[in-house]
């Protein structure tokens, strides 16, 4: 395959024989280049320089206590360059409190340790185009589930002013939070006892208030600000 001369991808992790396996895989599959660090912060003067490649990082979260993974992705340095590059972990595991934690962080998406390969690359090339490669319960349980931070408890803060929350009303907060895990008009409408044509009407005045285009741009909208 021919080299993607405007990607590449910076795995992130101390398993140096193992990642080295991956961008090799990686690079015979897409084209991609890939450069093996043991760190986020090693990234940090590429964030300061010119760059002219469209750049993942790919975190390994293998054996690593997600106290410190969640830790690495709150730190100041290195959450400038995860809202600056896309940002994946990977060697996930199932249904942990740091899927939540990350997403809140700006990390665009999870890569299981039972993911085919097929699957592994068709996230990664989403990434790159833009999309956010999480499943609709994580996202589910990141901003409906009523846990440590509920729906209602987020709505109230931003409503309130505590977060940048564009104007929002609650019932439009109420209605971008169900889109993010994949809602229909029809579902939203059943849910909060009112018609489609309502739907439709706080949906643009959702899109606009936030400057999106459409449902998908919402979502990762809300998956930074809910």
Not at 9 to 32: A, D, K, P
Not at 83 to 103: K, Q, R, S, V
Not at 153 to 164: E, F, V, Y
Not at 183 to 211: G, Q
């Amino acid at each position: 395959m021919s080299e993607k001369n405007h990607q590449q991808i910076y795995i992130i992790g101390h398993n140096s024989f193992q990642n080295e396996i991956i961008s090799n895989f990686i690079y015979n599959e897409l084209g991609v280049k890939c450069t093996i660090d043991r760190n986020i912060a090693s990234i940090q003067n590429i964030k300061n320089g010119n760059v002219e490649h469209n750049i993942l990082l790919m975190v390994d979260t293998a054996c690593v206590d997600p106290d410190k993974i969640q830790g690495d992705l709150e730190e100041k340095n290195n959450r400038e360059v995860i809202i600056h590059f896309p940002t994946a972990l990977f060697n996930m595991d199932h249904g942990t409190a740091l899927e939540a934690e990350a997403l809140r962080c700006g990390v665009k998406g999870f890569f299981y340790t039972n993911d085919t390969k097929e699957l592994f690359l068709k996230g990664i090339q989403a990434i790159f185009d833009g999309q956010l490669w999480v499943s609709r319960d994580v996202l589910a349980r990141c901003i409906l589930d009523d846990t440590d931070h509920s729906i209602s408890h987020k709505i109230s803060s931003l409503t309130n002013g505590k977060s940048g929350n564009n104007d929002l009303t609650r019932r439009e907060l109420e209605i971008i939070a169900m889109i993010t895990i994949g809602a229909k008009n029809a579902e939203i409408a059943y849910k909060l006892c009112i018609s489609p044509h309502t739907v439709k009407t706080h949906l643009y005045n959702v899109f606009k208030k936030i400057n999106v285009a459409d449902r998908l741009q919402a979502a990762l909208w809300a998956a930074k600000n809910l």
